[in-house]
C-alpha cells in the first residue's frame, strides 16, 4: 500500500513519515519542498515532538542541505506566521536591519539601530536569546526593568514607526516555527549548521518584511564559524538563500576572536552601550565594527551614495546624541525608563562581589580562547545550559583587556562580577586558562576582514 503524501499525513501517521524523513536526511538524500514544508508545519503546531527536531536537526548537521533545500526551509519558516509589511514608511526611508551570527561581549544591535534610525532608517530588529557560549540581545535587554521585548505586533510597528527602531524577540505570531528549531538547536549542539543558521536568520529577517540586510558574519574563536573560510562559506549561504526570497544582503566578516568591547554579561553590556550612546566611553574594536555596519546600511538603502559619507553621517548621529535619544525613546515606548540614559546605574542590576582577575605571569596578551571566556559568564550564571533557565543577569566581566595588551600587576585581564567568593574562583580559573601570553609586544587581529555583496 502507497504511504499518504505528507501534505495530507493524519495525526497518527506524522511521527511515521516524520522519522522516515530523518532516515532520509542522515542517509544523505535532499528533502523535497513538499517534506520540508511537512517539517515546519510540525514545527509550528508542536505535532512533531523535539527529539524528532532534535534528530533532524543533527542530521542535517551531519549531512547538510543543499541550496535549494536551505532556500524551501527559509521561506516556509518565515510563511509560518505573520509577514509584515511597512508601506507607510517607505516613503520616509528605507526599512533595513543587520543580523549577527553570535560572539562574546557582541553589543552592537543596541548601538547600530538607533544610529541607523537617527540616520533616516527604520529598524524593526527581531533578535534571539542565547545559543550556547555566544550571550543574546534578549537577555540583555531582560536586565531593562519594564522593557517589553515581545510587543504585539501593532506596537512593534508603533515604535518602529516613532523612534524609528525597536529590538524585539520572536513573538507567536513572528516565524514561530524558527522559534521552536533555535530553542532545539542551543541544547542540542546542532547551532553551528551553515543550512541552519542561515534559515533561521533569514527566515525572521523575511517575516519582518524588510527591504535589505546587513549581517555581520563573525570569525574566531568565539564564533560558530571559526575560520575565514567558514564565514565565507555562510556569507554566500545567506546572500545566495536571501536572493531567492527577494531579499538584497551583504555580510560584513568581523573578527571574534576575543571579546567584542570592555564587558561581557547582560545588564554589564547594556551599562557598556549607554556609556557608548553618551560619548563616555568608546573601545576601538566595537565602535569600528558598529560604524562599518551602520555605514554599510545607509549606502544599501541608498540614504548615502558612498561609505564615506555614510560613515560622517553615522559619527554625526552618535557625536550629536540623536542615536542615543533614538534608544532612549524606545526603550520608554517598549516599558523601559524614560530616564535609562542618564541614571543608568538605578535600574541595572549589579552582582555584589566585583574583585580583579590577574594573569599567571606578566606579558603581552597574545591570544585568547573568545569561547571559554563565553562559558566562564555561562558558569557564572549568565548564559544558559539548558532551555529555560533563568539568567542572573548581573554578573560578568569587565574592563576585559584586549589583545596586544600588556597585563601583569598592574593590569588584570578583567574584572569579574559575581555572586560568591567560590564564583570568583572559578571565573578566574577560567579566564587565566583561556589565554595565552607573550614576552614581546602583540600586533592584534583586524577587526573587519572583508564585505562581500554577492555569492
Known amino acids: 500500500m502507497r504511504a499518504p503524501a505528507v501534505s495530507r499525513a493524519q495525526p497518527g501517521n506524522r511521527a511515521v513519515i516524520f522519522k522516515n524523513l530523518i532516515r532520509k536526511k542522515r542517509d544523505g538524500s535532499a528533502l523535497t519542498q513538499e517534506e520540508i ?15 524528532q527536531v532534535a534528530a533532524l536537526a543533527m542530521a542535517v548537521y551531519f549531512r547538510s542541505m543543499s541550496f535549494a533545500e536551505s532556500g524551501a526551509l ?26 549577527s551570527t553570535g560572539g562574546v561581549g557582541d553589543k552592537v544591535s543596541f548601538l547600530l539601530a538607533p544610529i541607523a534610525a537617527a540616520c533616516g532608517c527604520f529598524v524593526p530588529m527581531i533578535s534571539g536569546r542565547g545559543l550556547g557560549h555566544t550571550g543574546g540581545t534578549l537577555d540583555k535587554l531582560d536586565a531593562v526593568p519594564g522593557y517589553r521585548s515581545m510587543p504585539a505586533v501593532e506596537e512593534f510597528r508603533k515604535v518602529v514607526g516613532s523612534a524609528g527602531c525597536a529590538i524585539i524577540g520572536q513573538t507567536d505570531q513572528l516565524a514561530p516555527a524558527d522559534r521552536r528549531l533555535y530553542a532545539i538547536r542551543d541544547v542540542t549542539a546542532t547551532v553551528e549548521s551553515i543550512p541552519l543558521i542561515t534559515a533561521s536568520i533569514l527566515s525572521k529577517k523575511i517575516a519582518a518584511g524588510l527591504d535589505a540586510l546587513v549581517m555581520d558574519v563573525k570569525t574566531g574563536s568565539g564564533a560558530f564559524m571559526e575560520t ?10 545567506i546572500i545566495g538563500v536571501a536572493a531567492q526570497a527577494g531579499l538584497k544582503t551583504h ?8 571579546t567584542l568591547g570592555w564587558s561581557v554579561g547582560n545588564a554589564l553590556e547594556i551599562a557598556e552601550s549607554l556609556a557608548f550612546l553618551a560619548g563616555e566611553a568608546r573601545e576601538p574594536r566595537l565602535a569600528e565594527v558598529v560604524f562599518t555596519l551602520s555605514s554599510e546600511m545607509l549606502v544599501m538603502g541608498e540614504v548615502t551614495d558612498s561609505h564615506a559619507e555614510a560613515r560622517k ?49 606578566e606579558g603581552y596578551l597574545a591570544s585568547v580562547d573568545a569561547r571559554a571566556v563565553g562559558n566562564v559568564l555561562v558558569e557564572l550564571g549568565g548564559g544558559r545550559k539548558v532551555a529555560g533557565q533563568t539568567l542572573d543577569l548581573a554578573v560578568g566581566l569587565t574592563d576585559v583587556a584586549a589583545i596586544g595588551t600588556r597585563v601583569g600587576k598592574e593590569r588584570p585581564l578583567a574584572m569579574v562580577h559575581a555572586r560568591s567568593a567560590e564564583q570568583v574562583s572559578q571565573a578566574s580559573q577560567g579566564l587565566r586558562a583561556a589565554v595565552t601570553l607573550s614576552e614581546q609586544p602583540v600586533v592584534p587581529p583586524p577587526i573587519v576582514h572583508e564585505i562581500l555583496v554577492k555569492i
Open 313 to 361: 553621517r553615522v559619527e554625526g548621529a552618535v557625536r550629536s546624541g540623536e542615536a542615543a535619544e533614538r534608544f532612549a525613546r524606545m526603550v520608554a515606548e517598549l516599558g523601559g525608563p524614560a530616564d535609562l540614559l542618564t541614571r543608568a546605574a538605578r535600574y541595572l542590576p549589579k552582582a555584589p562581589l566585583v574583585q580583579p582577575i590577574f594573569a599567571p605571569a
Open 228 to 237: 575565514v573560510e567558514d564565514a565565507r562559506a555562510l556569507s554566500r549561504s
Open 74 to 99: 527559509t521561506v516556509a519558516m518565515a510563511n509560518s506566521g505573520v509577514r509584515l509589511r511597512w508601506d507607510e514608511l517607505r516613503d520616509r526611508g528605507p526599512v533595513i536591519d543587520k543580523h
Open 37 to 51: 514544508e511537512f517539517f515546519v508545519r510540525g514545527l509550528a503546531d508542536a505535532s512533531i515532538p523535539a527529539e
Open 251 to 258: 555580510a560584513v566578516i568581523t573578527d571574534m576572536s576575543q
